[in-house]
């Protein structure tokens, strides 16, 4: 929690301007926050001005040139320079200003040797082509398109391949609208697309995506070292592997564990070279991005040439069914040697040793044809009509070619390990989710944009060419895929049908190793990139403060280094090569990279449709609708891709948001989730503005007054707590306190008032708002909470006002007089009140009650506040357990049979359970108490009187207050400091002592005893003792019944229409509420509050 200090500045260079005006400087600093953002974090000055810490104004640095001040030309504005500094020196800061990427650059330059530390940094110099181009290309690229995409355009057909294709594409086109419109509203720093969601939807939205975003690019390291194993295993070296099925059936056990043990050999190492030196990887990037290339290249010229010279990859098929090639030489049944017909080793496979006619065969392979056929025909041919449509598999399912005679027969399973069969049973939307990943990548540009000469032209251009260009590299190669190769093959993920040879290779010119290779390179550099870019997002993130438990993470080794941030992106990298499936692993990244793509979607629409004065972004080619275009298309994504991996993502994103909510993530960063609630603020309050609610809405909306001790400090901490008892975070609750003095003189000790109330406020769990006034008498300053508080229908209708206590011991009436008046108040602008009594014994947040009775004291009806309060009360766990007794008193003319049974039923209708009693008070005489205790209370107020009518008393008076007025300011709620001396009639006031007046003065000292008689003589006025008559018996009812109560509510007498009898009327509502511990007392607002009807 933010602490606020109060320091008073004596700056004896201080203008006479500042002392005529009695400005006061006030520093407040937060000592609560270890982390500054220097970007965005707002000071004050004391002068009601905010200053702005930016990167080009320098307060310190500006007060530190004296010479700016006493410009000649500007003297107008000398006495300001230090806060509103000279158009010259900010734009002179404002060139010097750098936003270096948190990145390679500066690691880079950490390790180099200390002279290269000296050195001038570098403007940045990269233009379109090397800082955005090329680094989306090579990010862009990568396994899907060598491993998969054969394999998707075979199972989805050319068709839905395009469909796929299409729609990942134009989500990532469309994503990069949004981001380029971002990303050219001002300065992108470090952590790309985290910056830009968090600095445009919020600390919450932001946290939730970067992690997301941090999650995403941590599987993707692992989905790359997969396709890098997978390549080695599988291409490269197959004989290193360590696991060997003993049975057919468990090959893909085998090769799983043995993706887990290279994966976690080859995460280690990545690893390590990325602990290193970060430098090393971004020198053989460019190695990297070549391969990926030249792979292409060769891909396109092997299609050119396949029209003419297609090359030579036979395929062995049994009937209609695809064998695995390299288990046989020869693909036929029987061989010649030397004129003796032989049986083959494919024979040997099907049938058990014997001779031909004796051999013991399957079945399907006596009965069908072996057949060879061309595994690659070539553009010329026609084996694009075979391969428009689609052909999904079930897992197990054996590749069969529609085209080819087959006798149906039944085989045996021990030669299934024969057949090229599916491993996974396949559909449109896994192909989408396996897919999507090779879409991705759109960020590389954003996030180097420390890096480039002119990042907000080179963002949206680079990026956008490069979308385009993969996009019609991954459409070309669809139709190519499906225009050259055989139907069965490009269904065969692993290429056993092609002598274990990488099915994209075999398309391939020269060599089937250009790609091999090339992709194996490319695969590993991805790997290196991912597991280079996420430590420093997720650095980004802990650097920022809103994930409290992930500070640790955003320190690292001296250079900047995050070694503990590496080490969680390898662990969690570690689960996904777990995994073992590159299949398996694509969808879950595919969840995070959509769900970040849709906020940037979402946070370009938002600013686009709120107007934001801020949003002036230089790319012009966006509109609201493609960015909500955008974000659907990645929702549509997320379920079309999997439905249950999609509900967790959005799941973990949710439960980061609630958690930084929770954790109140005190940052301002001027983000359209806060642009958005105003303008819902603005439309839900002209919405209340049309009439007032009805009966059924109506809850109380709290006007809670508050005293301040000489301190700033909350005086009766239980209001709040009775308030938040009373509300439990529902409604409008507005705290509010008054300040005595001027308002230019006591600015900051408003400011330290305010932040006392809400620091307060947190404590007691208060949910509303804070509004302290200064006033040069406490009383109006009331009357003004009482008139302007709240916006539009969005106002308090009930007041809450502490008791005066100690108004007998008091021989001034300002003490009571303030309270007086505040009810008077609330009853002419038509608000309910309610004084709680003994507040500091009423129940603190922490307490329970498990049994005891809420009693209502109905006297009069009031609108209905008696009946609801107790409900609400009720609501909150405090007060959970109380019953609810209501009484109401009958006359002696009152049928209370008949009461009773009548307020059962209203309570019935009202939906409140509660006991009914009818207290009976028949009509008795005054007691001699009752006529002492009024005799009493008006000696005493006739006493204080005659005391403020003598002259001595009345000057002593005044220099008391004069005297208080010079030692304090500050002004208590219910104790004005204000001169409320009744005024003498001026031919009285004498200036100067005569004989006269001497002479006047003895007589009236002579006169003292005659007064004193005057006041036993008295007799008391008959309304005041009817009155009395009453408080004395109905607290004699209300002791009687409810002394055991938690909490007494009952009706609030208004005070009387004349105002000399003030004094008495508080002495009334003494004996009213005498012997009770905790007492509400409640006054309608003169209208219904509650209802009967649904």
């Known amino acids: 929690m933010p602490h606020f200090t109060v320091v008073p500045v004596k700056d004896q260079a201080q203008s006479s301007y500042d002392s005529l005006e009695g400005i006061n400087w ?17 000071s004050s000055d004391g002068h009601g001005n905010h200053k702005e810490d930016s990167p080009f104004l320098n307060s310190a640095d500006a007060a530190s040139k004296k010479n700016d001040f006493y410009d000649r030309n500007l003297a107008l504005f000398e006495e300001e320079l230090d806060i509103r500094p000279k158009v010259s020196s900010l734009l002179s800061r404002l060139v010097n200003y750098t936003s270096i990427t948190q990145g390679a650059k500066e690691h880079e330059e950490e390790e180099s040797t200390e002279a290269s530390r000296r050195k001038t940094p570098k403007s940045p110099n990269m233009g379109t082509l090397m800082g955005v181009y090329l680094p989306c290309l090579q990010n862009i690229f990568g396994v899907i398109l060598f491993l998969r995409l054969t394999w998707i355009v075979g199972m989805a057909g050319i068709m839905q391949s395009l469909l796929i294709v299409l729609m990942c594409c134009s989500c990532t086109m469309l994503t990069a609208i949004s981001m380029s419109a971002i990303a050219t509203n001002g300065v992108v720093p470090a952590g790309g697309a985290y910056f830009m969601i968090s600095r445009s939807l919020g600390p919450e939205f932001g946290g939730a995506v970067g992690l997301c975003f941090y999650l995403g690019t941590t599987f993707a390291s692992a989905m790359y070292i997969l396709g890098a194993i997978e390549i080695f295993l599988k291409y490269l070296v197959p004989q290193a592997a360590i696991f060997h099925a003993t049975d057919p059936l468990g090959s893909d056990s085998a ?31 460019s190695l990297f991005l070549a391969c990926v290339i030249i792979s292409i290249v060769s891909i396109y010229a092997g299609a050119i040439k396949s029209m003419t010279h297609p090359p030579e990859f036979p395929i062995c098929m049994l009937g209609n069914r695809t064998l695995v090639r390299d288990h046989f030489d020869v693909c036929a049944k029987t061989v010649i040697e030397g004129n003796i017909t032989m049986p083959s080793q494919l024979w040997d496979r099907f049938c058990l040793p014997g001779n031909m006619s004796s051999a013991q065969c399957d079945d399907y392979f006596i009965q069908n044809n072996v057949t060879e056929i061309q595994g690659i025909p070539g553009l010329g041919s026609s084996i694009i009509r075979e391969n428009m ?29 024969m057949y090229v069969s599916a491993d996974i049973a396949t559909s449109f939307t896994l192909l989408v989710g396996i897919f999507f990943p090779s879409a991705t990548g759109i960020m590389a540009g954003s996030n180097r944009s420390g890096d480039l000469r002119d990042a907000q032209k080179s963002i949206p251009v680079g990026t956008i060419l490069a979308i385009t260009t993969t996009s019609l590299v991954y459409l070309s190669s669809v139709v190519l895929f499906g225009s050259c190769i055989e139907g069965v093959v490009l269904r065969d993920k692993f290429g056993d049908a092609v002598r274990k040879n990488l099915v994209v290779g075999t398309l391939s010119w020269p060599s089937p190793w250009v790609i091999v290779i090339g992709s194996f390179f490319s695969t590993v550099g991805a790997g290196l990139q991912s597991l280079t870019g996420a430590p420093r997002l997720l650095q980004a993130i802990a650097k920022d403060n809103i994930i409290p438990f992930l500070r640790v993470f955003g320190h690292g080794k001296t250079n900047g280094e995050p070694t503990w941030a590496l080490l969680l992106t390898g662990l969690i990298a570690e689960l996904g090569i777990l995994i073992a499936s590159l299949d398996m692993v694509a969808p879950i990244l595919s969840m995070f990279f959509l769900m970040c793509y849709l906020f940037v979607n979402l946070a370009c629409a938002v600013q686009t449709l709120l107007r934001t004065p801020n949003w002036r972004p230089r790319f012009k080619y966006y509109h609201w609708a493609l960015s909500f275009l955008g974000m659907s298309m990645c929702l549509a994504l997320m379920f079309i891709s999997s439905w249950y991996y999609a509900i967790v993502a959005m799941g973990i994103a949710g439960m980061i948001y609630k958690y930084i909510e929770y954790q109140g993530a005190e940052k301002e960063w001027g983000d359209g989730i806060r642009g958005l609630s105003l303008s819902a603020a603005r439309y839900a309050l002209l919405r209340l503005e049309v009439g007032p609610p009805h009966t059924k809405n109506w809850r109380p909306q709290l006007l809670v007054l508050l005293k301040l001790d000489e301190d ?58 804070c509004q302290v006034v200064v ?18 229908g969005m106002k308090h209708n009930t007041v809450v006002m502490g008791w005066p206590y100690g108004w007998r011991q008091s021989e001034d009436p300002r003490a009571w007089k303030t309270f007086i008046n505040t009810v008077r108040c609330t009853t002419a602008a038509h608000l309910a009140l309610m004084v709680p009594k003994n507040v500091s014994f009423y129940p603190s947040n922490h307490e329970r009650f498990t049994d005891g009775n809420i009693d209502v004291w109905w006297i009069v009806h009031d609108g209905g506040m008696l009946m609801l309060l107790p409900f609400l009360l009720k609501q ?13 008193v009958a006359q002696m003319d009152d049928n209370s049979i008949q009461m009773k049974k009548d307020l059962a039923t209203f309570l019935y209708q009202l939906r409140i359970e509660a006991e009914v009693e009818v207290v009976e008070m028949h009509d008795s005489d005054i007691s001699a108490y009752t006529y002492e205790r009024t005799l009493m209370m008006e000696q005493r107020s006739q006493m204080l009187r005659q005391m403020r009518l003598s002259s001595a008393e009345r000057q002593r008076e005044a220099q008391l207050v004069k005297d208080r007025h010079s030692l304090v300011r500050m002004g208590s709620l219910y104790s004005d400091e204000e001169e409320e001396v009744v005024e003498a009639p001026p031919e009285k006031v004498q200036m100067t002592w005569t004989r006269e007046k001497c002479e006047a003065e003895r007589r009236n000292r002579n006169n003292a005893p005659e007064n004193f008689r005057e006041l036993m003589s008295l007799k008391p006025d008959q309304s005041n003792v009817r009155r009395m008559h009453t408080a004395v018996k109905l607290n004699e009812v209300i002791v009687n ?14 005070p009387p229409r004349n105002v000399d009898g003030d004094e008495n009327y508080m002495e009334f509502l003494e004996v009213l509420t005498e012997g009770l511990e905790r007492v509400l007392l409640v006054r309608g607002g003169g209208r219904e509050v509650i209802t009967i009807y649904s």
Request: proline share 1%; charged share 20%; with cysteine.
């Open 26 to 42: 006030v520093d407040y600093r937060d000592t609560g926050q270890d982390y500054h953002d220097h970007q965005d974090t707002v």
């Open 1041 to 1054: 019944r409810s002394h055991d109560a938690r909490l007494v509510l009952l009706n609030m007498p208004g």
């Open 775 to 792: 006033a040069s008498k406490v009383r109006e300053g009331i009357v003004h909470l009482i008139q302007s508080c709240g916006l539009g």
């Open 712 to 769: 700033l400090h909350v005086k009766y901490p239980r209001l709040l707590t009775f308030a938040s008892q009373l509300k439990a975070g529902k409604g409008l609750t507005i705290v509010g306190s008054v300040i005595q003095g001027n308002f230019l003189d006591s600015y900051g000790e408003m400011q330290a008032a305010e932040q006392a109330i809400k620091n307060m406020m947190e404590i007691e769990r208060v949910k509303g708002f």
């Open 255 to 285: 090769m799983l564990n043995n993706m887990r043990v290279y994966g976690s050999i080859c995460l280690t190492l990545m690893a390590v070279v990325v602990f290193v030196g970060v430098k090393y990887v971004n020198k053989l990037a």
């Open 389 to 417: 449509w689609s052909n999904y598999l079930q897992k197990g399912e054996i590749l069969e070619k529609a085209g080819l005679h087959s006798v149906d027969a039944r085989g045996t399973m021990d030669n299934f390990g």
């Open 876 to 888: 909150h766990k405090v007060w959970r357990k109380c019953k609810m007794r209501i009484f109401t």
